[in-house]
């Protein structure tokens, strides 16, 4: 099987990539990456001489590119996306290009060409809940222009689904965190500035809750919606993790051996949900899928790796470790 994943320099997309070549010896990835955002082409240094993967750059909203590079392939799993929700808050306009516009093009394309497309998409569309867990039948209310961009896609796989017969799945996660993670976001964040004995911003109150998954569980996830998922439907990711900031950023110290007087709070971003939950019985009971890591094992795991890569711990701009980036102009 010839596999087209989208994405593939960024965090999830990378590992997703990795995984899957180790685990299944007959596979083939085309990695199409229009280095963005999010993108780092060490992240996969490991695959340069490998036969039985490539990289092309391109974008996604590309329509004449995209079908070329999937008639190549037997289906498509859509990871790329303009991802960070602070960026999305000073300016959502590139949001809309690759989150929109480019699956809608992958969706004309693998309707027309009959292949299988799988839709990462985000526990984010459901907004913040107070105490439920979203299902997959729950409403959206997503709150940032990010969020809102993963939802309006989602509405157009399903109105393909419906209208074409198309044959495509989407899947939702919570928050991944582990190796090869943009050092923008939280928990990679908290490890580089540690490592520097510099301050560590701390949105508002801190107790905004996420539940965390090892990202290794979401591919293995998104390779059992591949290969036995059922058309049309869609499949919660979660890991019953749910852990408020505060706690991730002590827990983080605690294994560094830092101290919590690098804890600094800073004003909270605009439109910062609560808390994010979703039920994921459906993806456990239909395709038994199961989480494998503990929290505390995946981040000494995911520190492990960021000592061990000097290089990308050293190197990381002002820019990046700004402690409110959603005033900063991209
Ligand atoms: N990180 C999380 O916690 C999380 C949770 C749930 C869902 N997701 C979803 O998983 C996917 C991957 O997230 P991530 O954290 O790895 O993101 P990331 O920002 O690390 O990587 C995104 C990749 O997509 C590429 N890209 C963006 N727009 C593109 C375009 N138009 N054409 C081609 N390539 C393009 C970028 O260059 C980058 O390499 C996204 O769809 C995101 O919405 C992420």
């Not at 293995?220 to 290969?227: E, K, R």
């Not at 560094?256 to 949900?273: A, I, N, T, Y």
Request: proline content about 3%; hydrophobic content about 35%.
């Amino acid at each position: 099987m010839k596999l087209l994943v989208t994405g593939g320099l960024g965090f999830i997309g990378s590992n997703f990539i990795l995984k899957m070549l180790k685990d299944n010896s007959d596979l083939e990835i085309l990695n199409i990456d229009a280095e963005l955002d999010g993108a780092d082409k060490k992240n996969l240094n490991d695959l340069e001489n490998s036969d039985n993967y490539e990289f092309v750059k391109g974008n996604i909203s590309n329509k004449k590119f995209m079908e070329e590079q999937i008639s190549r392939c037997d289906a498509v799993v859509n990871f790329a996306a303009q991802t960070h929700v602070d960026r999305s808050i000073s300016d959502a306009d590139p949001f809309l290009v690759s989150n929109i516009r480019g699956t809608f093009s992958i969706l004309q394309i693998i309707t027309k060409q009959k292949k299988r497309m799988i839709q990462i998409s985000t526990d984010e569309v459901f907004g913040s809940l107070y105490d439920s867990s979203a299902t997959e039948q729950s409403r959206f209310n997503p709150s940032s222009p990010y969020a809102a961009t993963k939802a309006s896609a989602e509405l157009l796989v399903n109105s393909f689904s419906v209208t074409y017969d198309s044959d495509v799945i989407i899947t939702r996660c919570t928050n991944n965190y582990g190796p090869r993670q943009f050092p923008e976001k939280l928990i990679p964040k908290v490890i580089i500035l540690a490592n520097q004995n510099k301050k560590i911003p701390i949105y508002g109150n801190g107790k905004n809750i996420r539940d965390w998954i090892f990202v290794d569980d979401h591919c293995d996830a998104v390779s059992s919606v591949l290969f036995n998922g059922k058309k049309g439907e869609s499949y919660n990711i979660s890991a019953n993790n749910e852990v408020d900031n505060i706690t991730i950023v002590k827990k983080i110290l605690a294994i560094m051996d830092k101290s919590e007087d690098l804890m600094q709070f800073v004003e909270d971003r605009p439109g910062h949900d609560f808390r994010y939950s979703l039920d994921s019985k459906k993806i456990s009971n239909d395709l038994n899928w199961t989480t494998k890591l503990s929290f505390e094992k995946g981040l000494e795991k995911t520190i492990q790796w960021y000592m061990d890569n000097p290089e990308i711990m050293n190197n990381v701009s002002q820019k990046i470790l700004n402690h409110e980036p959603w005033k900063s102009s991209n």
